[in-house]
């Protein structure tokens, strides 16, 4: 038993007496990724992955709308915004096992615009790339309007269901108006958002959605319901009508 002991003890005052390792020296290759490459490519995967590359192609370009007119990215308020949180909203209250007062969704998250004429797959794959999931928030009124607050110091974001009219300098701390479904919002009630998981962790600054009282995730792609929406409506269209008032 003293045999084991002292074992024991010798090994931990050899651990102890390592000295701690440290990087000493570092080297770094560049690999420039242009066509020389080429010659060392995989033609037989190529080969093979051909014909799936053809027929994911062929279906990226199936029509599954149509805009009139194109749809635009900028802030404070443009149609591809609305169009996006108008559509999260719809879907959100289509699926929700409780009624969903507004939606948003962030200007960072619009990858690209859309021209007048078909819409297909790869159009909302560009928009969205993400894997993002539709989640709904159960927040405090208090909470809602700080976020609104912050959209009208910041510049916008895309909301739906609610409109927001700032007010004061935005030199300093920025105020806001807000009415949901055209009432004035109260701060000692609770409202329902629909966004994505990613923003639901206050990600692009949207640090008041982390406070939610209730969290619902419908474990559904956002790019997927958009997708859906498109199929419902057919017609992709919105317009600027004031609800980002900034």
């Known amino acids: 038993m003293k045999r084991a002991t002292y074992i024991c003890m010798l090994l931990v005052l050899m651990a102890s007496c390592h000295r701690p390792m440290k990087v000493v020296e570092k080297t770094s290759t560049v690999v420039v990724i242009d066509s020389t490459l080429d010659l060392i490519q995989d033609t037989a995967y190529l080969s093979a992955l051909s014909p799936i590359k053809a027929d994911l192609e062929a279906k990226l370009e199936v029509p599954?709308?149509?805009?009139?007119?194109?749809?635009?990215?900028?802030?404070?308020?443009?149609?591809?915004?609305?169009?996006?949180?108008?559509?999260?909203?719809?879907?959100?209250?289509?699926?929700?096992?409780?009624?969903?007062?507004?939606?948003?969704?962030?200007?960072?998250?619009?990858?690209?615009?859309?021209?007048?004429?078909?819409?297909?797959?790869?159009?909302?794959?560009?928009?969205?790339?993400?894997?993002?999931?539709?989640?709904?928030?159960?927040?405090?009124?208090?909470?809602?309007?700080?976020?609104?607050?912050?959209?009208?110091?910041?510049?916008?974001?895309?909301?739906?269901?609610?409109?927001?009219?700032?007010?004061?300098?935005?030199?300093?701390?920025q105020e806001a108006l807000v009415t949901i479904s055209g009432k004035p919002l109260e701060v000692d009630k609770t409202y329902t958002v629909a966004t994505s998981d990613y923003l639901s962790q206050g990600n692009d600054g949207m640090l008041p959605l982390k406070n939610y009282i209730k969290y619902w995730n419908s474990e559904q792609k956002i790019r997927d319901l958009y997708i859906e929406y498109i199929k419902q409506v057919k017609t992709v269209q919105a317009k600027v009508d004031g609800r980002m008032g900034i």
């Open 64 to 173: 599954i709308g149509y805009a009139p007119v194109a749809l635009e990215v900028h802030q404070p308020e443009c149609t591809m915004l609305n169009w996006a949180s108008d559509a999260l909203l719809a879907m959100a209250r289509q699926l929700s096992p409780e009624p969903v007062d507004v939606a948003v969704v962030n200007i960072g998250g619009m990858r690209c615009e859309w021209p007048a004429g078909d819409i297909t797959f790869r159009h909302v794959f560009e928009l969205m790339p993400f894997d993002n999931m539709l989640v709904v928030l159960t927040l405090k009124g208090s909470d809602l309007q700080q976020l609104c607050e912050i959209f009208a110091y910041s510049g916008g974001q895309g909301i739906a269901g609610m409109q927001i009219k700032a007010i004061g300098d935005r030199v300093m701390q």
